[in-house]
T-cell receptor
Framework: DVKVTQSSRYLVKRTGEKVFLECVQDMDHENMFWYRQDPGLGLRLIYFSYDVKMKEKGDIPEGYSVSREKKERFSLILESASTNQTSMYLC???????????FGEGSWLTVV | AQTVTQSQPEMSVQEAETVTLSCTYDTSENNYYLFWYKQPPSRQMILVIRQEAYKQQNATENRFSVNFQKAAKSFSLKISDSQLGDTAMYFCAFTPLLYSGAGSYQLTFGKGTKLSVIP
């Protein structure tokens, strides 16, 4: 059974903290994505990666960075968390030829 | 860049009735996939149905079917015999066929339609 695992479901962090959100997939997929989901705004793409060490900015990269040192792991980093980054973060990976997409369960981040 | 538009933020339907959710998209790609995803309160995204752009036949999965109009760039979802468990957010998504060009890594979602099934 294919799986995308997000290590933390619920986090509460303080303003200014560095935050790491981890995502691991076990399907040897090359493409991985980080989205944030906010009411009324749908899923907005933060960053995506198409191979190890390769990354591209999405629609809202400001305040975020990513790391892809190994194929199975794609990390989202908030260098200095701010309250407007309180949101749900979804990781996804895409199968060969793009016809299948797998999602993690989401990570709820609250910045206080 | 591709865009996906869902023009109905919220909809409701009586149990056992039929409802149609609309989705339009904009792209210059010729080969791509379209998806409808369901997100219940648990927040886990569940694939409802997938359509390959090169197939003229509309996809069907049990009570779920699509009306795919490639020329009009329209991809609506029809839910027949609505059930209480269909209550969820529904997202339309677009992705080009991988390796088809520079934009082929994009995976774009609409803003979602919140569907409520009323007993």
């Amino acid at each position: 059974d294919v799986k995308v695992t997000q290590s933390s479901r619920y986090l509460v962090k303080r303003t200014g903290e560095k935050v790491f959100l981890e995502c691991v997939q076990d399907m040897d997929h090359e493409n991985m994505f980080w989205y944030r989901q906010d009411p009324g705004l749908g899923l907005r793409l933060i960053y995506f990666s198409y191979d190890v060490k390769m990354k591209e900015k999405g629609d809202i990269p400001e305040g975020y960075s990513v790391s892809r040192e190994k194929k199975e792991r794609f990390s989202l980093i908030l260098e200095s968390a701010s309250t407007n980054q309180t949101s749900m973060y979804l990781c996804a990976s895409r199968g060969p030829y793009g016809n299948t997409i797998y999602f993690g369960e989401g990570s709820w981040l609250t910045v206080v | 860049a591709q865009t996906v538009t869902q023009s109905q933020p919220e909809m409701s339907v009586q149990e056992a009735e039929t409802v149609t959710l609309s989705c339009t998209y904009d792209t210059s790609e010729n080969n791509y996939y379209l998806f409808w995803y369901k997100q219940p309160p648990s927040r886990q995204m569940i694939l409802v149905i997938r359509q390959e752009a090169y197939k003229q036949q509309n996809a069907t999965e049990n009570r779920f079917s699509v009306n795919f109009q490639k020329a009009a760039k329209s991809f609506s979802l029809k839910i027949s015999d609505s059930q209480l468990g269909d209550t969820a957010m529904y997202f339309c998504a677009f992705t080009p066929l991988l390796y088809s060009g520079a934009g082929s890594y994009q995976l774009t979602f609409g803003k979602g339609t919140k569907l409520s099934v009323i007993p």
